[in-house]
């Protein structure tokens, strides 16, 4: 049996909304860690934390943040095409082990558009967007690989 490393994950978001607030699932690996409604706005300078630990053994793990349940009446348009207003969550911060990722959290993940659209049993598509994502406006899965131990994951990647 090998050892474990207690990984303690932070986790910083906020939202842009007019209607109705996104929902968010986060994941570890297809873990559900936590999931509902993200109320707080970007532009009222509200955050919502998410923070857990998790013993994990020596390998690879996925983290996942989901956008789901966006519908084409949270992106209104007008008549010419432009959006009106819409809904997005917003990743602000990512933090392991007491660390913040910063540019990492941007520049090691990808996003993946949802091709099933199912609140029970969501899939995404197997190829990731061309542009890294933080602000989800997509219905889909953003994800970042990292592998314990940690601290010779950011030593690899800082």
Known sequence: MSDTESTEFKIILNSVWHNEPPKFEVLLNDEVIDSGVVTEKEENG??????????????????????????????????????????????????????????????????????????????????????NYINLGYNGEWRLKFTVPTYMWFLENL
Do not use: C, W
């Open 46 to 131: 509200e955050e919502k934390v998410i923070s857990f630990t998790r013993d994990l053994q020596e390998g690879e793990y996925t983290l996942k943040i989901r956008l789901l349940g966006k519908l084409p009446k949270h992106t209104p348009i007008d008549e010419n095409g432009n959006i009106i207003a819409d809904q997005i969550i917003n990743i602000k911060q990512i933090e392991i082990d007491e660390i913040e990722l910063d540019h990492l959290f941007y520049s090691l993940s990808s996003y993946h558009k949802q091709t099933k659209f199912s609140l029970v049993n969501p899939q995404f598509d197997k190829n990731p967007l061309p542009d």
